[in-house]
């Protein structure tokens, strides 16, 4: 069974930062793309940063300059750090990845449970 695991989550105030951490685990062969998506209640997802295989990367532009997505191929685990947060930041943060796994012919979206990211003071 494949997993992707969230942490780092949390109540932060206006100015401050986190390091969001995701997993993925089970019987990967390929991770191509892993990034994060949020959502703040009643709007749809939104993406806000994404990073592929080789390394190219976009961003939302709202979160340019302040958030910084990386990963770890080795440990098949993205972070996503987040500095200079604002109020509109606050969201559930969702890890996103496209994987061939097991026997399966093509990729597929795996998304993880969520996280609450809040901005307050």
């Known amino acids: 069974q494949v997993q992707l695991v969230e942490s780092g989550g949390g109540l932060v105030q206006p100015g401050g930062s986190l390091r969001l951490s995701c997993a993925a685990s089970?019987?990967?062969?390929?991770?191509?793309?892993m990034g994060w998506v949020r959502q703040i209640p009643g709007k749809q997802r939104e993406l806000v940063a994404r990073i592929r295989y080789g390394g190219s990367i976009n961003y939302d532009d709202s979160v340019k300059g302040r958030f910084t997505i990386s990963r770890d191929n080795a440990k098949n685990t993205v972070y996503l750090q987040m500095n200079s947060l604002i109020p509109e930041d606050t969201a559930v943060y969702y890890c996103h990845a496209v994987m061939a796994v097991g026997t399966a012919v093509v990729a597929t979206s795996y998304w993880g449970q969520g996280t609450q990211v809040t901005v307050s003071s």
């Open positions: 089970g019987s990967i062969r390929s991770i191509y793309t």
